[in-house]
């Protein structure tokens, strides 16, 4: 028996609460939350999957070289599919679209009203060392009005985003997400298979800590990128320096930073000096955390305009991405506009 004076601890599942943040919206069919549902599901299997990748019947590559000319992880490979195959038969979902598939994934099968767009397993080069990886996720509403879902659809900005969120295979397994209502972080408790609310309404604390980018790259940047990391190291005497931190990957230093404050960037870069252009992807990798970092009071630039106000030309376009505390992205606008006269 509990002492009188103590409240009983609340154990939020992810299915609670989501099931509650729908009851807010009265119109709410369900299909929302059950889609979130589902994505939490893929993010189990995947997390059981990854948490014995050192075994020897996963690890290693295929033969496979995806779209962007990367060499095909077995693990990206099995996320990929558990994402589709948990989606593919639902009846929520007109087309799903993924960084490791060239087109869009039409739903031909009763198509639904959503679109999924998905990351499986970002920063897959970290597999083989043990260090964090994540699956990101989109949802947007159809633009179609019926049948399959098509590439119309999965090109929309990130202002439309109806949720967001991001699922982090690290010491623990987290999801995060957000439908626009605050920005919520569950811990997957592996003895009984649940997400628990562990991080309710997470707003990026003042003042920042960190800085993420890949330092090594720094002499492909532009002048401004590069007098911007003067500034953040406090070279400049603009600031105190920031501390570095940098795993290279997205969702682990992106989570990082939004909860300790700081600013992560993966900027447009000249190693090919005819065509500028960051690394990471604005449809399923970009616009979904920019919708979840301004949630959390935060802001991302693709270091001119509002990551969410830009709309994708094609599924894997790249952007470069400046994400997290807002003043530190909006610095780096400034040290831009300033220095930059080629609209990197
Ligand atoms: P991926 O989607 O192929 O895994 O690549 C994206 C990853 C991000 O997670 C990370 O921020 C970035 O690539 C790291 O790139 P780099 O090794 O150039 O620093
Ligand atoms: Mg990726």
Redesign the pocket.
Known sequence: MLPKSEDPIKIITIERHILEEQLQFPDATGVLTQLLYDIALAGKVISSRTSRAGLAEILGRTEEVNI?G?VVQKL?RFADLTIYRLNDHTGRLAVMAS?ENEHPMPISNSPGKYVLLY?P??????IDYNIP??TIFSIYRRRTESGPGTLEDCLQPGRNLVAAGYILYGSSTMLVYTTGQGVHGFTLDPSVGEFLLSHPNIRIPEPPVYFS??L??RMFWSEGVKRYTDHLQGLDGGMKALSLR?V???????HRNLLAGGV?Y?PADFKDPKKPQG???LAY?AAPLAFIAEQANGYASDGVRNILDITPTSLHQRTPLFIGTRSLVEKAEAFIREYDSVRV
């Open positions: 962007q990367e990206d960084e990351d397993l970002d920063g897959s080069s970290n990886i994540g980018v890949n090594g790259y940098y290279g990957s997205l969702v682990a230093d992106f992560f993966y690394k990471l992807r990798e």
